[in-house]
Structures are given as C-alpha cells and as structure tokens.
C-alpha cells in the first residue's frame, strides 16, 4: 500500500527514522513505514521526539497530546520493565500493548486503514506480543537482512547469540541465528566469517542446505588446496561436496546468470561502481 497523493500537512522538516536511514515528510509515510514494518517497531520511533514532530512540523496537536499521554502512562511500567532486565539482554522493543496504543491512533489521525485492515493488524501486534525477546530480535535481524543493511542485522543476531539460553529456544532457533548471520556476513563480502557462521548452524543442526552454504563459500577466501585440506579436516561427504560444486557451476550457465553477466559487461563500469559503492554503504552502516 502507498499513498500517490498525500491528503495532509507535509512538514519542512522530515522525522527521521532510524532503523531504515530515511525521513519522511508526512503522516501517511509514517503510517506507511509503521504498517509494513511492523517487527521494527521499537524505541527509535516511538518516543517524545516522534510526538513533538507531529506537533511542530505537522500541526496535529490533538494526536500530539494523545500520544505524548500513552507515552507518560507507561513510563513507570517501561522503567519496571528495565529493572528486571537489567542484567540480561536490553531490548528495545515496546511492550506490544504501548505499540498498539501508540500506533493506532495514528492510523486513525491518517485514515489510512479500513477496519478490516486494522483489525489485521492489531492481531499481529498481539502475536507479537507473545514472542520471546529473542524472537522478536530475530525477526528485526531477518527484515534488516531482506533490505540489505547487513551490519545493523549483524549487531542484532550477535546480540542473540551473546544471552544465548540454549534450554529457552532450542537448537533449531540459534541454528537459523547462525545461519542468517552468515548470510548477512556474505552480504558485505565477510566471506570468511559467512563461512564459519554457516558452520556453526550446520554443526547445530546438520542440514544440506546450511552445509551447501558452507561448502559455496570456502573458494570464495581459500586457494584450491586450502579448500580441499578443509573438506579433509570435516571428513565431510566427497559425493555431496562434489554435487554442490557441481550445482554451482550449473548455476553459472543459467540463461538469468548469463543474462546478468552480459548486463555488467555492458555497462559503464564506473556507473557499476558508483552502484556497488552506494549498496555497500548502505549495508555496512550502523
């Protein structure tokens, strides 16, 4: 969903958000990012300084006053909160009822749902309230990956990974941490430490899949001879080892491969540059 026109004030000066480095200019872009990003709702968001650019840039001071309300009720309940935190691992996630109370209101400020979507909407605000902090952590981690902000997703899975209670979430759950780490890893063209993050998920849970990744991205850093004397050392399976090499270098003569190839040759290699610089700063910043 998006909006072509924007019905109400748009501010001089933008809010902005840091979870995805953007500002935006108006209300309905806010209820943009709030309605399909709902995991990264958090504390860099909803907080005084969101309501006070409501109320100066945009002028709407009667949602001003109802949010800055919500925020205040539950300030004694968010610093409770953090006391009996303290010591574990900080997260900075709202409790979901503080979201659905914030958030809400300015849906309804923007009209910018219709009940059926906002009731959707408040049923995915209750499930995630019920998912451990660490799953909610994760699935900030997984949406970071997808638009390709790689190290603030690094920062999010080594953070899950450092209050690790194996007894609380299983071996499943860290493997995919594990493996979601490496992609981010590769991601910024980390590819020894994708390797050793692949690893540690297929040592966790022993799949082909976390095992092809692994096996991918080994001649990516390591000289032919390293390579083998590494598949020597895991006394890995030769057959499929072999059956991966030979699947990537069928991937290599896909007509979509040859077609991208074809593009790059053809293209300016300094606009190519630019581009990949650009994605690279993107994906590296904090």
Same mark, same amino acid.
């Given at each position: 969903?998006?909006?072509?026109?924007?019905?109400?004030?748009?501010?001089?000066?933008?809010?902005?958000?840091?979870? !995805?480095?953007?500002? !935006?200019?108006? =209300?309905?872009?806010?209820?943009?990012?709030?309605?399909?990003?709902?995991?990264? !709702?958090?504390?860099?968001?909803?907080?005084?300084?969101?309501?006070?650019?409501?109320?100066?840039?945009?002028?709407?001071?009667?949602?001003?006053?109802?949010?800055?309300?919500? =925020?205040?009720?539950?300030?004694?309940?968010? @610093?409770?909160?953090?006391?009996?935190?303290?010591?574990?691992?900080?997260?900075?996630?709202?409790?979901?009822?503080?979201?659905?109370? %914030?958030?809400?209101?300015?849906?309804?400020?923007?009209?910018?749902?219709?009940?059926?979507?906002?009731? *959707?909407?408040?049923?995915?605000?209750?499930?995630?309230?019920?998912?451990?902090?660490?799953?909610?952590?994760?699935?900030?981690?997984?949406?970071?990956?997808?638009?390709?902000?790689?190290? @603030?997703a690094v920062?999010?899975?080594?953070?899950?990974?450092?209050?690790?209670?194996?007894?609380?979430?299983?071996t499943q759950?860290?493997?995919?941490?594990?493996?979601?780490?490496?992609?981010?890893?590769?991601?910024?063209? @980390?590819?020894?430490?994708?390797?050793?993050?692949?690893?540690?998920?297929?040592?966790?849970?022993?799949?082909?899949?976390?095992?092809?990744?692994? !096996?991918?991205?080994?001649?990516?850093?390591?000289?032919?001879?390293?390579?083998?004397?590494?598949?020597?050392?895991?006394?890995?399976d030769e057959?499929?080892?072999?059956?991966?090499?030979?699947?990537?270098?069928?991937?290599? *003569?896909?007509?979509? %491969?040859?077609?991208?190839?074809?593009?790059?040759?053809?293209?300016?290699?300094? *606009?190519?540059? *630019?581009? =990949?610089?650009?994605?690279?700063?993107?994906?590296?910043?904090?």
């Open positions: 969903m998006s909006y072509d026109l924007c019905l109400l004030r748009q501010a001089n000066q933008p809010y902005y958000i840091e979870n !995805i480095r953007t500002g !935006i200019y108006s =209300l309905e872009e806010l209820c943009f990012y709030l309605y399909n990003n709902i995991c990264l !709702i958090d504390e860099s968001i909803l907080n005084e300084k969101l309501c006070d650019w409501i109320r100066d840039e945009l002028h709407l001071n009667r949602l001003y006053r109802q949010l800055y309300d919500q =925020l205040q009720k539950m300030e004694e309940s968010s @610093r409770k909160n953090q006391t009996a935190q303290r010591g574990a691992h900080e997260d900075k996630s709202f409790p979901q009822s503080l979201a659905a109370s %914030f958030v809400l209101p300015i849906f309804r400020e923007a009209g910018y749902l219709t009940s059926a979507q906002m009731h *959707e909407y408040q049923e995915q605000l209750a499930k995630l309230e019920v998912q451990s902090d660490e799953m909610k952590q994760k699935l900030r981690g997984d949406y970071l990956v997808k638009e390709k902000m790689f190290a @603030r920062l999010m899975y080594r953070q899950i990974l450092k209050n690790r209670n194996p007894g609380k979430l299983g759950f860290y493997a995919a941490i594990w493996n979601n780490l490496g992609a981010a890893y590769a991601g910024m063209f @980390r590819f020894e430490e994708a390797a050793d993050c692949f690893l540690e998920s297929w040592r966790l849970m022993k799949t082909k899949e976390t095992f092809r990744k692994y !096996i991918s991205a080994l001649p990516l850093f390591l000289s032919n001879d390293e390579y083998q004397k590494r598949l020597k050392e895991l006394q890995s057959y499929l080892a072999r059956t991966i090499q030979e699947h990537n270098a069928k991937l290599c *003569e896909t007509p979509e %491969f040859l077609s991208h190839a074809e593009q790059v040759k053809t293209r300016p290699l300094d *606009e190519t540059i *630019e581009e =990949l610089k650009t994605q690279y700063s993107k994906s590296t910043r904090i």
